[in-house]
């Protein structure tokens, strides 16, 4: 392979998708490279929840299509498709635990479910990924009783719990304080920066995006406005991004 | 009338896609139903939880079904048929019908209610979603150890109420009709048939089958935050009463043939 043009492994072509007749995406192409992080910014409710969930299979599209190492989620038959998701881990928005299970049953449930370890490797495995984000020792507490924060941290652990090769993030600073959202922005350079990890990550924070993009694409109205390295958004002369990045009240998009 | 006419199509609409959605469901529970024993432990903790939720409401309810069968029977009988075949009636009454649709309406409303509760913050905390990503089948994690649970506990949860309530039945007839224990039991035995007592667990199987399946549907269908898991919730008992009492009829029409 020549290591100049990096290989796409996931390719969303002409995209589409509306609610109602709410039309929230409208055409989006994105092509994420191997070993890439690739940062989605913009507005909230511009639709990069929805974007993320069409990568996985957890949406389907109205038109267009998702491939994920050139196969097209939606001609997949359920078992690819769940072939395909268990090289992948996902970080949700509002972290969504299981919250009928402890801290370490969550982490350790694709484990569990999909592999023959015993529950000792396990429950060590748990352990490294719980102290990677910060929670050790919480193995034992129900996700009932942790901060949003540390639920936040518990679901990124057990994103990562498959050493997935592909791994989405919704928001994964939002809602910590800026020492541990500083801790997880490393974390996911350093999963970044191991070869064959390929990341998506959404945030609105830009402090967190510069740190950890490879390159950033703006979504805005439904669609891509630019795709660029985090120093070619910054010194964009789009008015739209201009506004959006320095955190503007005025400027071409109203604020409220 | 427009209105009414738009109503009357949107709720057509509704219950086919319902129906359309309910067979989908049965269609992946079939596919994954050879994998049931694969986690025993999702089986038996549902089996656990199912029995002991429902069984001191259902032990409750037994009771006085069974006595106020008796005494209800025993005033019809009043100088028209013999005391002795009180037991009779009543036992009958009890192991066709009376325990088997009780205790599924108990059921329904304890068990089936807490399973579209469950399922359905599940479906909105994304809790499903995240079963997705993982690559473990929601249908098979959550949906088959409930519905096979309901197949074999509701016939289970049948036989105590069969026993509670012919105990129940037995007070009063001793205690207030004036009939022996000993009669009274002669009288339920002498005409027990073993195709009434099997008649009478189908149909709890049947039951415990509408009830968690449907308590699943409305779950994973569920939208719209914590209002719309109440209305998940109180859908999944309504229609599984409706449905326990159709497919009651239906059973009994099938199985009793005159
Ligand atoms: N399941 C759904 N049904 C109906 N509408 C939806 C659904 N999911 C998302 N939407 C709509 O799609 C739009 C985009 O939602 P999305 O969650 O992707 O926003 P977002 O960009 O992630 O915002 P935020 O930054 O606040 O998380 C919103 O208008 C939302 O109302
Ligand atoms: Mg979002």
């Known amino acids: ?40 910014i913009g507005r909230s409710g511009c639709g990069k929840s929805v974007l993320l969930k069409h990568i996985i299979g957890l949406l389907w599209p109205d038109g267009g299509t998702v491939a994920v190492e050139g196969q097209i989620l939606a001609r997949m038959s359920s078992r690819e498709l769940y072939g395909v998701r268990l090289r992948f881990g996902m970080l949700f928005q509002n972290a969504a635990l299981f919250d009928s299970m402890t801290v370490a049953e969550n982490v350790g449930l694709a484990l569990a479910e999909h592999t023959r370890k015993s529950r000792g490797e396990i429950a060590d495995m748990v352990a490294h990924k719980l102290e990677l984000v910060g929670m050790q020792g919480t193995e034992h507490m ?5 901060s949003g924060g540390m639920k936040k941290r518990v679901s990124l652990a057990r994103a990562i719990a498959f050493d997935p090769a592909y791994i989405l993030f919704d928001e994964p600073t939002t809602g910590l304080d800026p020492i541990t959202a500083g801790a997880i922005n490393d974390l996911i350079v350093e999963l970044g920066d191991r070869l064959d990890v390929t990341s998506i990550a959404v945030t609105h924070d830009m402090k967190s995006a510069y740190k950890i993009a490879d390159r950033i694409v703006m979504l805005h109205e439904g669609r891509i406005i630019q795709t ?27 604020a409220i | 009338m427009a209105i009414f006419i738009r109503g009357l199509g949107r709720a057509a609409l509704d219950f086919f896609a319902d129906v359309g959605g309910l067979f989908l469901l049965g269609m992946r529970l079939l596919r994954v139903l050879p ?49 002795r075949y009180l037991g009779t009636a009543v036992g009958k009454a009890i192991i066709i019908e009376l325990a088997p649709v009780l205790t599924a309406l108990v059921v329904a409303g304890r068990v ?31 949906v088959l150890p409930r519905v096979i649970s309901g197949i074999i506990m509701l016939p289970i949860l049948v036989i105590f109420a069969d026993l509670v309530a012919i105990l129940g039945a037995l007070a009063v007839a001793v205690n207030m009709v004036n009939v022996s224990s000993e009669t009274f039991l002669n009288g339920v035995k002498a005409f027990f048939y073993v195709s009434d007592m099997v008649a009478g ?12 399946f449907i308590g699943c549907y409305q779950g994973f269908t569920t939208s719209g935050g914590a209002a719309g898991v109440g209305q998940s919730t109180m859908r999944a008992v309504v229609v599984s009463a409706v449905l326990i009492l159709i497919s009651d009829f239906i059973v009994a029409t099938l199985m009793f043939r005159l």
Not at chain 1, 142 to 146: C, V, W
Not at chain 2, 125 to 138: G, S
């Open chain 1, 142 to 146: 129900m996700p009932a009783d942790l």
């Open chain 1, 1 to 40: 392979m020549n290591t100049n043009t990096p290989q796409i492994v996931i390719e969303v072509r002409d995209l589409r998708k509306s609610f109602a007749g709410h039309v929230v995406l409208d055409g989006i192409d994105i092509d994420v490279r191997r070993g890439e992080t690739l940062v989605i």
């Open chain 2, 112 to 142: 089936g209610a807490s399973i579209a509760a469950e399922l359905g913050t599940m479906r909105v905390t994304e809790q499903i979603d995240a079963l997705e990503v993982m690559a473990i089948d929601p249908v098979r994690y959550l």
């Open chain 1, 228 to 254: 660029g390295t985090p120093e070619e958004i910054q010194n964009s002369d789009d008015p739209v991004i201009h506004q959006f990045i320095n955190g503007l009240a005025e400027g071409p998009l109203r």
């Open chain 2, 35 to 83: 994998r049931v024993f694969g986690s025993p432990r999702l089986l038996t903790t549902q089996m656990l939880y199912m029995g002991v939720n429902s069984l001191p409401l259902i032990v409750l309810v037994s009771v006085f079904t069974g006595s106020v069968a008796a005494w209800q029977a025993a005033y019809q009988f009043e100088g028209f048929v013999p005391m």
């Open chain 2, 201 to 212: 667990l189908t149909k709890a199987a049947i039951f415990g089958f509408i009830i968690s």
